[in-house]
């Protein structure tokens, strides 16, 4: 007796799933749930690709802005190099211009800020301008002989081209 109330309670149960099921399918047909299921999938991969973009925009902002900030304080970067370059009887104080633009620089190369190699290079239009032109038998050609001002670039970004003298 206890297995057919048993027997029977699965039996409704079962029932009841079959029942559920039905109006299941009742309130949702297949070719619209496949259609619903599509949108989501596109919806879902579209939201994606929004984060991506977004995210890529908000880098490039950031690089953007931090590259006008840095481009308006080289001049200031340039005086103290020049500073650390004069002779002076002051040892301390030459010591102190010194820590200063290292400190300085090492700023800068934490905010990725690099400076462009020069000397020894080969001219790129596109990191250097060339202020004048030498002959010179022990360069190469388009070889850089000489740098005037220092560039700089943030990743792939030129924030300020290098003045330079080419050879050849």
């Known amino acids: 007796m206890a297995e057919n109330k048993e027997e029977m309670k699965k039996e409704n149960e079962t029932q009841k799933e079959e029942k559920k099921n039905k109006k299941v399918q009742e309130i949702v047909p297949k070719a619209e749930y496949d259609e619903l299921d599509d949108r989501y999938k596109r919806i879902l991969a ?3 690709n929004y984060k991506k973009r977004s995210s890529k925009e908000r880098d490039n902002l950031y ?19 020049n500073a650390a370059k004069v002779e002076t009887k002051d040892e301390n104080y030459k010591q102190g211009v010194e820590l200063v633009l290292k400190q300085f620089k090492d700023v800068l190369k ?3 800020v690099e400076e462009i190699k020069t000397e ?3 001219f790129d239009p ?3 301008e060339a202020v004048s032109s030498i002959q010179d038998e022990n360069l190469g050609e388009k070889e850089i002989a000489q740098e005037y ?3 700089y670039k943030i990743g792939d970004k030129v924030i300020r081209h290098s003045m330079v003298v080419v050879a050849n």
């Open 46 to 48: 579209e939201f994606e």
């Open 63 to 81: 690089n953007s802005i931090l590259a006008d900030v840095v481009e308006v304080i080289l001049p200031i970067l340039d005086n103290l190099e």
């Open 110 to 112: 934490s905010k990725g």
């Open 120 to 122: 020894g290079e080969t």
């Open 126 to 128: 596109s990191l250097h």
């Open 149 to 151: 001002r220092k560039g």
